[in-house]
């Protein structure tokens, strides 16, 4: 059986819930055994519930559609990756994002993770270099009917200062250091979940700008992302 006739079949049996389920038990597990790195055995059940609400694979190429429910992360093309469930799942706790917050995420992909925070935020601002994964996200996200996510194609480098300050902010792509133009439109009480560092050797980072503006950096766990794309 080929993947995608394994898929019709997932499909025909109705169930997507049960793989949702299966993947935030599997996440739930991860967390636990992470527990000394990220500092807690259990995440947020808001972010759980969410993630096993939202239809990944609504967000994966259709050849890729059978696995979006495992917990690895899957080509999107363009030598970008839809980010592992856990990751996600991580990033958005560690940002403890509040029904008011306003976040800015840095690289759209195909949408997934932007779904994710728009489900638990007052606002998304999303951003993506990629034209045509910026594209396919629009497209993805459309029929799932959220009014608060609001995208732009461009280099997100600089951020998006329009907009600013930000209660939170998420980036999905590593940098050698924390940009200076995050840190600044980050505001004070904010939190930015970030992976730096060089291709093999990231860390997750977690940065919180204080009431009076000073900053806070903790690093939480190793990672691989791609590399941010810079501007010319």
């Known amino acids: 059986m080929s993947d995608l006739d394994h898929w019709g079949s997932v499909m025909t049996n109705g169930s997507l819930s049960v793989l949702q389920q299966e993947m935030v038990q599997v996440i739930a597990a991860h967390a636990f055994f992470a527990r000394e790195q990220i500092g807690k055995e259990v995440l947020d059940s808001k972010v759980l519930e969410v993630?096993?609400?939202?239809?990944?694979?609504?967000f994966v190429p259709v050849e890729l559609a059978a696995y979006a429910y495992v917990d690895q992360p899957?080509?999107?093309?363009?030598?970008?990756?839809?980010?592992?469930?856990?990751?996600?799942?991580?990033?958005?706790?560690?940002?403890?994002?509040?029904?008011?917050?306003r976040v800015l995420e840095i690289g759209t992909g195909l949408g997934y993770h932007t779904a994710v925070l728009a489900?638990?935020?007052?606002?998304?601002y999303s951003m993506e270099i990629i034209e045509e994964l910026a594209l396919q996200a629009r497209k993805r996200l459309r029929p799932l009917g959220y009014k608060n996510i609001e995208t732009r194609i461009?280099?997100?480098?600089?951020?998006w200062p329009e907009h600013s300050p930000f209660d939170k902010i998420v980036v999905c792509a590593?940098?050698?250091?924390?940009?200076?133009?995050?840190?600044?439109?980050?505001?004070?009480?904010?939190?930015?979940?970030?992976p730096t560092g060089l291709a093999e050797a990231q860390n997750l980072m977690v940065v919180e700008r204080n009431l009076e503006g000073?900053?806070?950096?903790?690093?939480?766990l190793p990672v691989r992302f791609a590399l941010m794309e810079t501007a010319n």
Not at 74 to 98: H, N, R, V, W
Request: glycine share 10%.
């Open 51 to 58: 993630m096993g609400r939202v239809p990944r694979h609504e």
């Open 74 to 101: 899957l080509p999107i093309g363009y030598e970008k990756t839809i980010s592992q469930p856990f990751i996600i799942a991580l990033m958005t706790d560690l940002m403890d994002i509040q029904p008011t917050d």
């Open 119 to 124: 489900e638990l935020c007052g606002q998304v």
């Open 154 to 159: 461009a280099n997100g480098e600089y951020g």
């Open 174 to 194: 590593a940098c050698e250091l924390v940009p200076a133009a995050y840190i600044t439109q980050l505001k004070p009480g904010g939190k930015m979940v970030i």
């Open 214 to 220: 000073r900053v806070k950096t903790k690093e939480v």
